[in-house]
């Protein structure tokens, strides 16, 4: 019972944190420009890990080319998804924002298919379906009005390809050292981003800095933790069912601290992608094997 409860509190914390991280974020547009606020957030949250995994002597690469490949997972995985989110925030709600980017285990299937040859189910494939349906229902109004509609699709994109580069070179790598890399190097990677692509901006003050400090420490560090844990701990595809609270509570948050409008496209749409990952993510039945006696 006891595990249990701790289970669901820990799943309920680290998807709350996810969710309301868009609100922060938004927040801190106010005071630094998107690649800036992202780029500084991640090469903390990665320094602080980094030296984690040094003091704890997690088991580093030894070859460039795995190295490398850390590298383009951070890319990918903290440069592109969070670019494309910070940048979707200027001109969307959190919660729209936290639905587009909570899309990647449908667009996952997809990619998967057409990439890598994977093999997914019928009720997978039904959950793609729906929930696909439910951006349109959620966003179709927004298409030809907001570029920000666009950046949130591209960050649901990148997850989903970072999401499919970590499961074909993540098991040669240790999860802690990956993790903590991927965000040092992405950081960095969304700093020089800053520089070029972006007219940046940074206010210091007291404001600032905690959005700083919430983004970096219990948003990231605290978050990843929690749910590496909760993969290790449990089954990988009944755990990632439980991604579709963190929208929920992006929308929650979005309405409670910012006041955005929780209208009923929204709310339906909203609904229909949470049902699309849940049968994407729906575990499959195992068979009973019958072995055969031998008598003697």
Excluded: C
Aim: charged share 10%.
């Amino acid at each position: 019972m006891k595990d249990k409860l701790l289970f669901s509190f820990l799943v309920i914390l680290t998807t709350g944190l996810m969710g309301s991280s868009f609100v922060v974020a938004k927040i801190g547009l106010l005071y630094i420009s998107p690649l800036l606020l992202a780029g500084i957030r991640f090469t903390i949250a990665g320094s602080i890990m980094m030296l984690f995994v040094r003091l704890f002597k997690r088991n580093h690469p030894q070859t460039v080319t795995t190295w490398g490949k850390i590298i383009i997972i951070g890319a990918v995985q903290t440069a592109g998804v969070m670019g494309a989110i910070f940048l979707s925030l200027r001109t969307i709600t959190s919660g729209e924002s936290a639905i587009l980017t909570f899309m990647n285990p449908l667009l996952v299937v997809l990619i998967g298919t057409l990439a890598l040859g994977m093999r997914y189910r019928v009720i997978q494939w039904l959950g793609v379906l729906v929930g696909f349906l439910g951006v349109f229902v959620t966003m179709g109004s927004h298409l030809d009005l907001q570029i920000g509609t666009l950046f949130g699709f591209s960050s649901a994109v990148f997850w989903s390809v970072g999401t499919l580069l970590i499961k074909k070179w993540g098991g040669s790598i240790d999860m802690w050292v990956l993790t903590a890399y991927q965000m040092l190097f992405g950081g960095i990677i969304l700093l020089v981003g800053s520089f070029f692509l972006e007219v940046s901006y940074l206010v210091i003050n007291p404001t600032s800095i905690s959005i700083l400090l919430w983004l970096s420490i219990p948003a990231s560090i605290v978050q990843f933790t929690i749910w590496f844990y909760l993969l290790q701990k449990g089954d990988s595809g009944k755990v990632s069912a439980f991604l579709f609270l963190a929208p929920f509570f992006g929308i929650v948050s979005g309405w409670f601290v910012l006041g955005e409008d929780v209208g009923l496209p929204l709310f339906v749409g909203g609904s229909l992608i949470f049902a699309g990952i849940f049968l994407v993510n729906w575990p499959e039945k195992r068979r009973a094997v019958k072995v055969p006696v031998t008598k003697i």
